[in-house]
């Protein structure tokens, strides 16, 4: 089975620009999650879904991004505008709704340059 | 709410000596508790983790960690490491809610550099 894919791999874009992240989880996972990883706060959850629902998003950091999940394969992490500090490895990851405690699989993250 | 310290930045090792990596968590309910293994410009992967039972966790890669609930510290061991353990390793730690396990918290990582 393949594992969790993102896309872009590398995206540079200048200040200002909106910028969209995507993922595909793996088949038949019900959970998916978004995480933003920085050198000065380490890896942080933005927010998850279930089943296609946004269930916790206290992790966004402002209004300028937004996530959603239209459909059970596919899901996208948008910024709007973007800023420099927004400069980051993005990973989403996914996992079964078994148990909570069931592994999360990561992608291969997104690095985000914002110039 | 929870935390986790990995005291840690870098460790060196030479090849074939063994390691230990730290781990301290904070939270004032119960946790379980994970390592994860990051190699250059990829995602993570889960190494282990502590759900309950034995303290003594055994992982992929020849590596385990143990529970210690009074010192409130999981630290991962590997008896002998190979060049190819280089990575950064992560502790974390979620709550034991139906809601809060879903949230993971990470420490900042511990850079394993294993030289010849």
């Known amino acids: 089975d393949a594992g969790v894919i993102q896309s872009p791999r590398h995206e540079v874009t200048e200040m200002g620009q909106e910028v969209t992240l995507r993922c595909k989880p793996i088949s038949g996972h019900d959970y998916l999650f978004w995480y933003r990883q920085t050198m000065m706060r380490g890896l942080e959850l933005l927010i998850y879904?279930?089943?296609?629902?946004?269930?916790?998003d206290s992790g966004m950091p402002e209004d300028r991004f937004s996530a959603k999940m239209p459909n059970a394969s596919f899901s996208t992490l948008k910024i709007q505008p973007s800023e420099p500090r927004d400069s980051a490895v993005y990973f989403c990851a996914s996992r079964l709704d078994r148990a909570f405690t069931d592994t999360q699989y990561f992608g291969p993250g997104t690095r985000l340059t914002v110039l | 709410a929870q935390s986790v310290t990995q005291l840690d930045s870098q460790v060196p090792v030479f090849e074939e000596a063994p390691v230990e990596l730290r781990c301290n968590y904070s939270?004032?309910?119960?946790?379980?508790l994970f390592w994860y293994v990051q190699y250059p410009n990829q995602g993570l992967q889960l190494l282990l983790k502590?759900?309950?039972?034995?303290?003594l966790v055994k992982g992929i890669n020849g590596f385990e960690a143990e529970f210690n609930k009074s010192q409130t510290s999981f630290h991962l061991r590997k008896p002998s490491v190979h060049i190819s353990d280089t990575a950064e390793y992560f502790c974390a730690v979620s709550d034991r809610s139906a809601g809060g396990g879903n949230k993971l918290t990470f420490g900042t990582g511990t850079q394993l550099k294993v030289e010849l």
């Open positions: 939270s004032s309910v119960s946790v379980y």
């Open positions: 502590y759900l309950s039972g034995s303290t």
């Open positions: 879904f279930n089943n296609n629902v946004p269930i916790d």
